[in-house]
């Protein structure tokens, strides 16, 4: 039976808060930004991926993640990107980091990439509901009025997730193996403090 428990306070409408879960299987894990110490975790977590989830998520093969490519994961651009994870309850450097989700802003435009991967050592217990749920507060705090993304059409549960939370599905003009899903955000008043 999946429970994931929340334990912080009531959502609150700050999408960089600090979210205490504790998964099914006893983890309590630390939903929130990411940090620049988070770099090497990243790093070594990447290391422990099964080669389909890598390609599920990055759509083609990948063997490491490079230093640049890392710097940008970790270092958000205010505003313009932003990054949740669901860590180890430890600071950024010593935490674990489970999963990692991501939008960026199409440059100029109200519109955003999302990108997530949630390990298969934690998946399934709703993490990935939670952490897109987050990319979703942050678009909308920041204008953002849709979010979209390119999903591999055998990835049946990015699928499954995108249409739970209200995202259509379209053929995607990249590749006829992917689809294209977006989600039309309401605009929100100015976040509560
Ligand atoms: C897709 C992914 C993010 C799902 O994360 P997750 O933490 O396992 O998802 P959740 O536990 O929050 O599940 C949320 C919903 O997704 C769907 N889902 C998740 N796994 C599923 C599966 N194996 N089969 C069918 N539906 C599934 C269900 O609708 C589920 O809701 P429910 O449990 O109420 O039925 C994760 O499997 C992953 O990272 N995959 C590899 C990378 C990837 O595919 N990234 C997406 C491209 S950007």
């Known amino acids: 039976m999946k ?6 306070p009531r ?3 700050r999408p960089e808060r600090t979210e205490v879960m504790h998964l099914a299987d006893g983890r309590e894990l ?3 930004p990411v940090h620049p110490a988070d770099a090497a975790p990243i790093a070594g977590a990447f290391e422990l991926l099964g080669d389909d989830e890598i390609r599920k998520r990055y759509l083609h093969p990948v063997k490491a993640l490079s230093l640049d490519y890392l710097m940008q994961l970790v270092n958000i651009v205010p505003g313009e990107s932003f990054a949740v994870v669901a860590a180890e309850p430890l600071p950024p450097g010593e935490a674990l980091v489970g999963a990692l989700a991501r939008l960026t802003r199409d440059p100029g435009k109200d519109s955003a990439e999302f990108a997530i991967l949630v390990s298969h050592f934690v998946s399934g217990q709703g993490l990935g509901k939670a952490l897109m749920r987050r990319l979703m507060e942050w678009a909308q705090a920041h204008g953002i009025r849709r979010l979209w993304g ?4 055998d990835n049946t549960a990015m699928i499954e997730l995108a249409l739970s939370l209200g995202f259509r599905r379209a053929t995607s003009q990249e590749s006829p193996n992917l689809l294209h899903v977006t989600l039309d955000l309401e ?3 100015a976040a509560r403090r």
């Open 3 to 8: 429970t994931l428990r929340r334990t912080s």
């Open 11 to 13: 959502p609150s409408h």
């Open 30 to 32: 630390w939903l929130r």
């Open 150 to 153: 390119e999903v591999m059409d």
């Open 187 to 189: 605009p929100v008043r």
